[in-house]
């Protein structure tokens, strides 16, 4: 696939220290590629040159395969989606009209921009007499689901993301990441997301890229880097468990058999991890687990076909 953004031997330095350090990294259409490393390690920074809100000591960024020194950076910024940790809606306006932001300004006709408002408010699941409330009536759930509808409003092909879900409980993260998975399914959109978080970066990726020191130490699907040679890489995505970080990058969807489960077998989503189903066996002692949805049964998992759905790393 082509190329969305392209890093081409980017260095930034800060009163003389190096920010960034010879980076040289593609994302390509349709991925959703998740940045993590340590604090200082320059994942911000390096998703900041995208929309030119850092700009770079040396090298060239690219976007849609032109250099973003030569465009208008407004203009540059107004075709990205954005959305930040803070949030950051407008208080004194509603949140039809924090969505309507980007479309406003890009001069849609008021009748399209109607239309769009409770089109994001169905695909980010959100009541729409939601659109007639102000922010400081909101859940944090609800929103963190409105920033992010305002930054795909103008439905652009690309999302930047800082951080989104860093200052929600254990719980709403959990469902964010969720939602964010299904909206990339549903719109394949190219999504470049910023976390700390190691779990957080392995249940969203379709690649991983790991940074430390201002540099791109591996990047690769996550699967591949759970089991990546470099150490540091290693223990900070496979953690103290790695069989079970492994769990939790396989679905239900690809462990199943056709075969039927037993009469009143819990069911699970084909969806699920293989992490969830192993959750729920353990809390309801079950062996076989019926996978279904929407009230269709498509099928069961047991034991034994989870385990062997699980890739383990060769013999060293």
């Known amino acids: 696939m082509a190329a969305v953004i392209a890093f081409e031997d980017v260095s930034v330095a800060y009163g003389g220290?190096?920010?960034?350090?010879?980076?040289?990294?593609?994302?390509?259409?349709?991925?959703?590629?998740?940045?993590?490393?340590?604090?200082?390690?320059?994942?911000s920074t390096l998703l900041r040159l995208v929309n030119r809100l850092v700009a770079p000591s040396a090298g060239v960024v690219r976007v849609r395969g032109e250099d973003i020194a030569r465009n208008d950076?407004?203009?540059?910024?107004?075709?990205i989606g954005y959305a930040i940790q803070s949030v950051g809606l407008f208080?004194?306006?509603?949140?039809?009209?924090?969505?309507?932001?980007?479309?406003?300004?890009l001069g849609w006709p008021e009748?399209?921009?109607?239309?769009?408002?409770?089109?994001l408010l169905a695909l980010l699941r959100l009541d729409a007499d939601l659109a007639a409330r102000y922010p400081h009536t909101l859940s944090g759930g609800q929103a963190q689901r409105v920033g992010l509808a305002r930054a795909l409003a103008a439905d652009p092909d690309l999302l930047l993301m800082d951080e989104p879900f860093g200052a929600a409980d254990p719980i709403l993260r959990r469902a964010l990441r969720a939602e964010l998975r299904r909206i990339h399914a549903v719109t394949g959109k190219?999504?470049?997301?910023?976390?700390?978080d190691a779990e957080e970066a392995l249940e969203l990726a379709t690649r991983v890229v790991v940074l430390r020191d201002g540099?791109?130490?591996?990047?690769?699907?996550?699967?591949?880097?759970?089991?990546a040679a470099d150490p540091f890489v290693r223990d900070l995505l496979g953690g103290d468990a790695p069989a079970l970080r492994r769990l939790g990058l396989v679905t239900v969807a690809a462990a199943m058999a056709a075969t039927a489960a037993?009469?009143?077998?819990?069911?699970?989503?084909?969806?699920?991890?293989?992490?969830?189903?192993?959750s729920l066996m353990l809390e309801t002692r079950a062996e076989v687990l019926a996978v279904g949805e929407d009230g269709r049964t498509l099928g069961s998992l047991g034991l034994p076909g989870?385990?062997?759905a699980v890739p383990m790393p060769a013999p060293a």
């Open 262 to 278: 037993p009469a009143g077998a819990p069911v699970i989503a084909p969806g699920a991890s293989l992490s969830d189903a192993l």
């Open 111 to 119: 009748p399209r921009i109607a239309a769009r408002i409770p089109e």
């Open 91 to 105: 208080p004194h306006r509603t949140v039809g009209e924090n969505i309507a932001t980007v479309p406003r300004l």
């Open 190 to 196: 190219t999504i470049l997301l910023v976390t700390h």
């Open 73 to 79: 950076p407004i203009r540059l910024r107004r075709s």
């Open 306 to 308: 989870l385990l062997r």
């Open 215 to 227: 540099r791109v130490l591996a990047a690769g699907a996550p699967l591949e880097l759970i089991r």
């Open 17 to 43: 220290r190096d920010g960034l350090r010879d980076v040289t990294l593609e994302v390509a259409a349709g991925e959703l590629c998740v940045l993590v490393g340590p604090s200082g390690a320059g994942k």
